[in-house]
Nanobody, 133 residues
Framework: QVQLVESGGGLVQPGGSLRLSCAAS??????????IGWFRQAPGKEREGVSC????????YFKDSVKGRFTISRDNAKNTVYLQMDSLKPEDSAVYFC????????????????????????GGQGTQVTVSS
């Protein structure tokens, strides 16, 4: 079965950290050269691109509000992409989704994050992140 599964969300206090994982199955993100993006959607808001990484990890993008606090990385051997989130703020609270798209279909990681995650090849079901004291 081809799918993406997000995990690692939870409740954390402001200033805390979480590491989200996006695990792919049924396809290989490295061999098949997939770019991976993290998106989030808060209640009543549009889904937005948070961070994306190209198929060869030579291009990354971060939304301005998370720059310096979030890090994206990929472990092709584990077929997984990670989003390390530090110094979390209440406004980071949302359901976080990952999506995969063939690298040749996107021009840059930024383009993937700005694009519509619903149109990409694969999308996960999301993991809830809540930042609250």
């Amino acid at each position: 079965q081809v799918q993406l599964v997000e995990s690692g969300g939870g409740l954390v206090q402001p200033g805390g950290s979480l590491r989200l994982s996006c695990a792919a199955s049924g396809f290989t993100i490295g061999l098949d050269n997939y770019a991976i993006g993290w998106f989030r959607q808060a209640p009543g808001k549009e889904r937005e691109g948070v961070s994306c990484i190209s198929g060869r990890a030579d291009s990354t993008y971060f939304k301005d509000s998370v720059k310096g606090r979030f890090t994206i990385s990929r472990d092709n051997a584990k077929n997984t992409v990670y989003l390390q989130m530090d110094s979390l703020k209440p406004e980071d609270s949302a359901v976080y989704f990952c999506a995969a798209e063939l690298d040749w279909r996107i021009t840059t990681a930024q383009a993937m994050c700005i694009g519509n995650s619903y149109e990409y090849d694969f999308g996960g079901q999301g993991t809830q992140v809540t930042v609250s004291s």
